[in-house]
Every structure is written in C-alpha cells, then in structure tokens.
C-alpha cells in the first residue's frame, strides 16, 4: 500500500530557531499534502493544504508566515516552523492520497516537536 | 471550520466487549472516513463510507451513516486489548481536505 515518509519522528529546538520537518510520498506521486497539528489530548486540525508548484492554502487562524509550507515535488512536502516558541510544542502530522487508491488517505508517522 | 464530534470522549471496556463510537457533523458530505491513532503515533484509516451508503461492515468494524441526522457510528464487536486507540471521524470535502472530530479514546482492559 501506499506509504507516507515522516521525518524527524521528534525534535527539540531552542527558542527562536526553526524546524524543517518532511513529508514524503514513498511509492506514489502526490499533487496535494495535508499538514495537520494536534495538541495533547485534542483533535488533529487542519493547517493548510500543500500544493505542488503553487503556493499552499492555509486554513483560517494558521500564520503562513510561522508555518512555511514548500511542495517543490511530486514526492516531497516540507513544512518549516520559523522562529519556534514554545507554544508551537506539538504533533504534526502530514497526510497524502495515492490517487490510485479510491479510499482513504494515508499518513505518516508524525513528527512529535519540542521547543525549549 | 468543520468539525465532526466524537461521541463519548472517553470508553472503557471489558476485552470481549463491543464498543460503539458515535460522531456527528454539521454540513453535507461527500464521504466520512474512520480513522485510528495509537498514542500520538501517526493515523491508520480504518474505513470509509460514502455518503449513499447506509452501513459498511470490514471485519470486526461496522459503520452506519445516517445523513439526515449527520451521524455515524463505529462498532467494534469483541474486543481486543489491542483496540485500544483513540478514534476519529473525519469528514471528507471537496477540496479532498478532511476535518477531524475530537476523538473517542478507547481502553479496552484485558
């Protein structure tokens, strides 16, 4: 079945410092991957939309600014926390559909971000 | 932005049991989909049904929808310890982009 790279799995970073965490699409192309983030106890929210060659869509209260979003290729979607405080600890989680598949998305492993 | 809601926030049973889950929505969908996540682990899409369809049955996993109450269900007949997980609904847009619930943590106690 299709597979959903995540990497890292965990990180910690310094205040004021940013993160690069990757998504990639192991065995199929993905025009579009999702991002999401889901704090302790909570549900997975969207963050935005990421779109290959075109700019991602961010969804209402997500700063584009913070969370910088690249889909430079069929297989690959970075998403970069910029200048992380510590409220940005969280769980992010990126998800992709092959579109060969007619049912269900799949995700990665997500990737769990400590900010100190 | 939509969100479905889990219905209970928390269920614990007894290994053998079966656990239903409830989840409801709040505009009209194309699809809703069933989805596990093992503490903080990334998640396994279990099952999706369509929004013409009433029940859909994936081994010991039964969803119903019912699309004039906005509501779907998830049972999971004899339980297994294994079960144990929080599951989301997430309701399918469009723009392929999904919402999820607020999760049922399920403990099922050997």
């Known amino acids: 079945g299709a597979v959903v790279s995540q990497h890292p799995s965990r990180v910690i970073c310094k205040s004021g410092t940013s993160v690069k965490i990757e998504c990639r699409s192991l065995d199929f192309q993905a025009t579009t991957m999702f991002w999401y983030r889901q704090f302790p106890k909570k549900s997975l929210m969207l963050m935005a939309t990421s779109n290959e060659g075109s700019k991602a869509t961010y969804e209402q209260g997500v700063e584009k600014d913070k969370f910088l979003i690249n889909h430079a290729s069929l297989t690959l979607s970075t998403l970069t926390v910029t200048s992380a405080h510590p409220e940005d600890s969280s769980f992010y989680i990126c998800?992709?559909?092959?579109?060969?598949?007619?049912?269900?998305?799949?995700f990665g492993s997500g990737t769990r971000l400590t900010v100190v | 932005s939509q969100q479905g809601e889990e219905d209970p926030q928390a269920l614990s049973i007894q290994e053998g049991e079966n656990a239903t889950m409830n989840c409801s929505y709040k505009t009209s969908i194309n699809n809703l989909q069933w989805y596990r996540q093992n503490s903080g682990r990334g998640l396994v899409h279990l099952i999706l049904i369509r929004s013409n369809e009433r029940e859909k049955h994936s081994g010991r996993l039964r969803v119903t929808l019912d699309t004039s109450k906005k509501s779907s269900s998830l049972l999971i007949t004899a339980s297994r310890a294994a079960d144990t997980a929080s599951y989301f609904c997430?309701?399918?847009?469009?723009?392929?982009?999904?919402?999820f619930g607020t999760g049922t943590s399920l403990t099922v106690i050997p």
């Open positions: 998800s992709a559909r092959d579109r060969a598949q007619r049912d269900g998305y799949t």
């Open positions: 997430a309701t399918g847009e469009y723009g392929n982009q999904f919402y």
